[in-house]
Structure formats: structure tokens, C-alpha cells
């Protein structure tokens, strides 16, 4: 028998700052994040925590796929995306911010084994972990609040190399008896309300922790469009630092990837 989603659990403990917020489970889907923008583009805009046990077509950063993976018929990962009105005064940095968040509620210590890549990776042992897709849509009835649509993949269980940039990590290499259900519990409460926190007050409350750890900080990296520098950690806005030999440069672009040098 499936392991308990304890859909009502999760709705009853965001309730006191979300409580129109719904949650649903499905078995299979192509992507939460789709499905999340189709209903905002169709005027369905109240808060809601969608979660896939399989998603067929996910998407990350940049158009990659995410696709999630099975253990004897248990979800070998979670998928999920958390879509809500959020009118910020900044949406700079919100990956950021997001990834503390997460990595904060699977791992508390500050000298904790999750490391946080720029701009909405989850890393250990520079291995990927997790990743976050962050979206939004402009709904169609005068509202001057966007639509804000995250969407979530981690690997609880094992994964193949095969085919990814870099090298999975899983949940389970330090937590054997992790399972879907429970790890969604331990998120999604706190990320409610980080997620609101950055609606008031931006980044700047979780700047510092996410310096904390930040992987890429003191390190060589390279972009996909070339530039080579030392990463310098990030702004108060959410933007990369980078010490190239031309200077300091602030990168802030969505369209760009960046990646860790090996060592010399």
C-alpha cells in the first residue's frame, strides 16, 4: 500500500498564514509547474500544493528535463510545486531564497551537508541533489499580484548518472528510511512561510544564510557563455559576484548557467 500524502495534516499547518491554501496529490502528470501555469493562464488563481508521485515531462532551469523516478512502486523522488499570488517588491533573489528553505528544513546545522548552488540548485558532495524552477503568470482579472508558481525535484532515492550534466546525489545516502511523504511534511510548512517573508521583505533576511552555504564562494567557475572568474558569493540582491581578470562583474541573468572548475 502507498505510504499517506496527509494531505488535510499539511493544509491544517499552513493554515494560520495560508488557509485557502489546497493540496492535492496525483498519481502521474506531466509537469506540476505546468499544470500550475495552465490553471493561472485559465484565471485559476488560488494557492494550492500540487504533488506528482511521477511527473512525465518536468522541466528545470533553462528548458532541461527533471524527470522523477521510482523505487519498487514507492516515489524514488519528490515532485511538487507551490502556487500562490505574491506581489513583492523585488522577485530578485527568490531562488535563492527558496533553497534556504529547503536546505534549511532537510538539514538545519549550519555546517550541514546542503550545499546551495547559484541561482536554485540543492548540491552534496558537489553532486546534485535538488533543483527549483521558479515561474510566474500574469493573470487575466486586474490584479496587480503575479501569479508565483515553485516547483521542486529532489531525489530521495537512488538515481542513474546517465545522460546528467552533473553527478546525483540522494536523500538517502544519509537518510535510509526517507520517503516522499514525510519529506514533504518537513518542507512545506516552512516554506510557506519563507516564501511570504520574501514577499514582504525580499532577500535580504536570507542572505546571510545562504552565504552559509553557498558552494561555489571562493571558488573558480566558469559561465556557459564563457567568462571564467572567481565566484565572490552573492549580493543583498541575489546576484552572482564574479572577480573575472576584466573586473567584477554582477551577474543576474536567468539565461545563464554556471559551474564549479575542477581543481588545477
Not at 72 to 84: D, I, N
Not at 238 to 263: F, Y
Request: glycine fraction near 10%; include cysteine.
Amino acid at each position: 500500500m502507498a505510504a499517506p500524502w496527509f494531505e488535510d495534516e499539511i493544509a491544517a499547518a499552513v493554515a494560520s498564514r495560508l488557509p485557502e491554501l489546497a493540496v492535492e496529490v496525483v498519481a502521474e502528470i506531466d509537469s506540476t509547474s505546468s499544470e500550475l501555469m495552465r490553471r493561472a493562464r485559465d484565471g485559476r488563481c488560488a494557492p494550492v500544493l500540487l504533488v506528482a508521485e511521477r511527473q512525465t515531462a518536468g522541466r528545470g532551469r533553462m528548458g532541461r528535463p527533471w524527470q522523477s523516478a521510482q523505487d519498487r512502486g514507492e516515489p524514488a523522488s519528490l515532485t511538487f510545486s507551490l502556487g500562490l499570488p505574491l506581489m513583492p517588491r523585488d522577485w530578485s533573489g527568490l531562488s535563492l531564497a527558496v533553497g534556504v528553505s529547503v536546505a534549511e528544513s532537510l538539514d538545519p546545522s549550519k555546517a550541514g551537508r546542503i550545499s546551495l548552488k547559484w541561482p536554485n540548485d540543492l548540491w552534496v558532495d558537489d553532486r546534485k541533489l535538488g533543483g527549483i524552477l521558479i515561474e510566474t503568470a500574469l493573470p487575466q482579472n486586474g490584479t496587480a499580484e503575479r501569479y508565483l508558481v515553485i516547483g521542486i525535484g529532489l531525489n530521495i532515492g537512488p538515481r542513474e548518472a546517465e545522460g546528467l550534466s552533473t553527478a546525483p546525489a540522494w536523500i538517502q545516502q544519509w537518510r535510509p528510511s526517507a520517503s516522499a511523504p514525510e519529506l514533504l511534511r518537513e518542507i512545506v510548512v516552512p516554506l510557506v512561510e519563507h516564501v511570504l517573508l520574501f514577499g514582504d521583505r525580499g532577500f535580504v533576511p536570507f542572505a546571510e544564510r545562504f552565504a552559509e552555504r553557498d558552494i561555489l564562494r571562493g571558488r573558480e567557475v566558469q559561465l556557459s557563455d564563457g567568462t571564467v572568474g572567481r565566484c565572490e558569493g552573492v549580493g543583498w540582491g541575489g546576484e552572482l559576484l564574479l572577480q573575472t581578470a576584466s573586473g567584477m562583474k554582477t551577474i543576474t541573468s536567468a539565461e545563464v548557467s554556471v559551474r564549479p572548475r575542477p581543481a588545477q
